[in-house]
């Protein structure tokens, strides 16, 4: 048969218009040109492949990007209709001639077989018939591309669309998107804090019991949410000392440093021996360790309260009780370790006597999950303002903690744990990674889903990330890669649809994914829905930038206040020029409408606003005192804890509801502290 003259006849008798048989789409064509279909004849088909021989003509507008590599086509076998994509167009001579016909040899990627039943249409990834010679092949029906990218599961988010057709939205299984985990990838710029920002919003529309922690180690998340999110910065972050596990604490105070066995198992018997006396001591107040610990179960990871005026009493009796001289340095550099942290500023957040002093547990607990969880179910624990050798073990701390949250509630408390940057934290090289963070998140990955407790990765680069932990997740968002290596990862990942996909991950646009997986009904090329400017991820950030540009003062006053570690972002006043140019305002910091910027220092929002100069001194004079850590650095740690140890062992909180489910706070801190 001459192909060649079938395809001029078919272009003869049925013009710019569909083949024989799709008149059914012509309504469609007619309303948008480029809908046209025009035919193309299966030449070649081997195992997954096939080439289609066509006829364009360069003037003929919708014949231009007709075949381009990328697109989606049908071929038309036995009544059904194979699905293939677009890898690869040759011209027949490898010449063009731009004022006549030209002959285009397509070679196409089979994906699987829309089947038609009545007017119903279904998609199978399975082939019944594979083309043949002289298949008619055009390009695909909406219709066809609907059936395709379908989510019939009862709970779908919609995040976009269909990058080749705009009208096919993009559909997720919200549940399994949760139960089997899922990460978003992609080299930086592309949009990955958009997206995930984008698809938190989603799930907690459609799974409002959901609580999200979102790790945070740019500062990017705090405009994110719009209103959904409560912001933890260094200085709202209370996370008592004695919260953390023994690996955890003894990162903190040796700071990665090797070959001290010897003050670390003096610090393991010495924080047993201070919980001992804690409860030994503890006659009043709350009943809920008398029930649920008694000395004799307490170890290095029991989650009970002590202080460290009695881990440092017990490493001074130690030195009491030592003859040999060759002893003591060892003890007086552990006790020393321990106090320069304990009195450092920085690390208030884990000292600060109003916490660390007491059993707050469940205040924490509850302000970190959002429990209850209206109106803000995320949290944004901002990691940049932390001390860099705390991240670590603040992060095993908030990642151990929820997945023991979903475990003591009987999963009753659910709670996504998005990882951003999880490189950092679950490195491949396990020479660089700590092992508790990599322990804590990769219990999440591994039994999480059993107690509703999920996993979200984002990262720039996935072959940098434990391999172990990144196969957990079952759902991908590739957007665009760059680095081969990383490519490749996603490669073997990708298990289902057309191989050739993972190709265009170096080429696709920003907002554009390969998204494939268990929360997905096939891979697709995917855009994003657009996000407003204003909850973009980072826009506190540009809009200082921008502030700056249009002339517009920092404020070295809210500077020295953060690097202080004292709360509110950056301060910006206009310059007496720019005052009262309209839309040349201040930018101003996070807190509450008519909540002072500093707490007791007397200056209001209007203050600011207007750009008063401030004295410095008035700034600072009242804040200073209501600063415990600071008003308390370089005093000895027992005089710090002196005047709090009786006040600290009554100052109990009540049990709030912890979930929907009834689960009281004691039964839950109860089952914590009995592990």
Request: with cysteine; charged share 25%; glycine share 8%.
């Amino acid at each position: 048969m001459d192909w060649g003259k079938q395809m001029q006849d078919d272009l003869n008798i049925y013009g710019n218009n569909s083949i024989a048989g799709d008149d059914t789409d012509s309504p469609e064509m007619d309303r948008d040109p480029s809908r046209r279909r025009t035919v193309g004849y299966v030449v070649t088909c081997d195992n997954g492949r096939a080439t289609i021989a066509a006829d364009v003509d360069p003037n003929i507008e919708y014949m231009k990007n007709y075949w381009a590599v990328g697109q989606v086509i049908s071929i038309k076998v036995a009544g059904n209709r194979v699905i293939a994509q677009t890898i690869k167009v040759n011209t027949e001579q490898n010449s063009w001639e731009a004022g006549g016909r030209n002959r285009l040899l397509i070679t196409v990627e089979l994906i699987g077989e829309v089947q038609q039943n009545g007017s119903n249409a279904s998609f199978t990834t399975g082939i019944s018939n594979f083309p043949h010679m002289g298949c008619e092949a055009h390009r695909i029906r909406s219709a066809d591309l609907a059936a395709i990218y379908q989510n019939s599961a009862s709970n779908v988010i919609e995040v976009g669309h269909l990058t080749q057709d705009a009208s096919i939205p993009a559909k997720i299984d919200v549940d399994k998107l949760l139960s089997r985990h899922f990460a978003i990838v992609g080299s930086t710029g592309v949009g990955k804090s958009t997206a995930i920002s984008l698809v938190l919003r989603k799930v907690i529309e459609a799974r409002p019991e959901i609580r999200v922690l979102v790790v945070d180690p740019h500062n990017e998340y705090s405009t994110a949410f719009n209103g959904s999110a409560v912001v933890i910065t260094a200085n709202e972050l209370k996370l008592p000392f004695w919260m953390f596990e023994f690996e955890e604490f003894a990162e903190v105070i040796f700071r990665g440093q090797e070959g001290l066995d010897k003050e670390r198992e003096m610090l393991r018997d010495m924080i047993v021996l201070a919980k001992e006396r804690y409860q030994e001591g503890d006659k009043g107040g709350s009943a809920i360790i008398k029930r649920s610990t008694n000395t004799s179960m307490i170890n290095a990871n029991t989650p009970v309260p002590y202080r460290i005026v009695d881990l440092v009493k017990g490493i001074d009796e130690r030195l009491g009780l030592l003859d040999g001289k060759h002893d003591k340095p060892w003890l007086k550099s552990l006790k020393d370790r321990i106090e320069s942290i304990a009195t450092d500023t920085r690390f208030r957040f884990m000292f600060d006597p109003a916490y660390a002093g007491g059993d707050r547990m469940q205040d924490i607990l509850s302000f970190i999950f959002r429990i209850p969880n209206k109106p803000t179910p995320i949290s944004v624990l901002e990691m940049s303002g932390l001390p860099s050798e705390v991240v670590n073990s603040v992060v095993s701390v908030v990642c151990r903690l929820a997945f023991d949250m979903g475990l003591n509630s009987d999963g009753g408390i659910q709670t996504l744990v998005v990882c951003e940057e999880a490189h950092r934290y679950i490195p491949a090289d396990t020479k660089n990674a700590f092992w508790p963070t990599r322990q804590s998140i990769g219990r999440i990955a591994k039994e999480g889903r059993k107690y509703g407790v999920y996993l979200g990765i984002v990262t720039q680069r996935p072959s940098e990330v434990d391999a172990t932990i990144l196969s957990q997740c079952n759902t991908f968002f590739a957007m665009r890669l760059s680095n081969h290596r990383d490519q490749e990862i996603i490669a073997e990942a990708f298990n289902s649809g057309a191989s050739s996909t993972i190709s265009f991950l170096p080429l696709i646009a920003n907002r554009e994914a390969i998204a494939f997986g268990e929360a997905l009904y096939t891979p697709m090329r995917l855009t994003f829905q657009a996000v407003r400017e204003e909850i973009l991820p980072g826009a506190h950030i540009r809009q200082s930038q921008h502030a700056a540009r249009a002339g517009r003062e920092v404020s070295v006053v809210s500077i020295v206040r953060r690097l202080r570690g004292e709360s509110g972002r950056i301060v910006q006043t206009a310059p007496e020029d720019l005052r009262h140019v309209p839309g040349v305002l201040p930018v101003q910091t996070q807190r509450e409408p008519g909540q002072h910027v500093m707490p007791g220092s007397g200056l209001s929002d209007q203050s600011l606003r207007e750009g008063d100069e401030i004295a410095p001194e008035k700034l600072f004079s009242k804040r200073i005192q209501q600063q415990p850590g600071e008003r308390n650095a370089g005093i000895s740690i027992e005089r710090r804890y002196a005047q709090l140890s009786e006040d600290d062992h009554a100052r109990r909180t009540t049990a709030d509801e912890l979930a929907k489910g009834g689960i009281s706070g004691n039964s839950l801190i109860g089952r914590l502290r009995s592990r």
